[in-house]
């Protein structure tokens, strides 16, 4: 069974900072693709940044300049660092990854940019 343990959400202050962390466990024979979503009330989940391997990150442009993902492939485990926070930012934040050839979601990590 493959599970997906996200960490790192909480409040913070506009312009402040945040590190996601997402481990992947179980039974992991290939990771393609580690990413996140994001979805705030009201709205459809829409991507982030994703990480494929061999391939540059892509972003959403809304994150683009402030948000840099990243690859631990050895703990499999994938990052979002997360600078100059807006309130717009605001959200449940989900961590998805393509492991063994299907998509598995990690539990939503809610991201709160508040003063």
């Known amino acids: 069974q493959v599970q997906l343990v996200e960490s790192g959400g909480g409040l913070v202050q506009p312009g402040g900072s945040l590190r996601l962390s997402c481990a992947a466990s179980?039974?992991?024979?290939?990771?393609?693709?580690m990413g996140w979503y994001r979805q705030a009330p009201g709205l459809q989940r829409e991507l982030v940044a994703i990480?494929?391997?061999?391939?540059?990150?892509n972003y959403a442009d809304s994150v683009k300049g402030r948000f840099t993902i990243s690859r631990d492939n050895a703990k499999n485990t994938v990052y979002l660092q997360m600078n100059s926070l807006k309130p717009e930012d605001t959200a449940v934040y989900y961590c998805?990854?393509?492991?063994?050839?299907?998509?598995?979601w990690g539990q939503g990590t809610q991201v709160t940019v508040s003063s």
């Open positions: 990480a494929i391997n061999g391939r540059m990150p």
């Open positions: 998805n990854a393509h492991i063994n050839g299907r998509p598995y």
């Open positions: 179980g039974n992991i024979f290939s990771i393609n693709t």
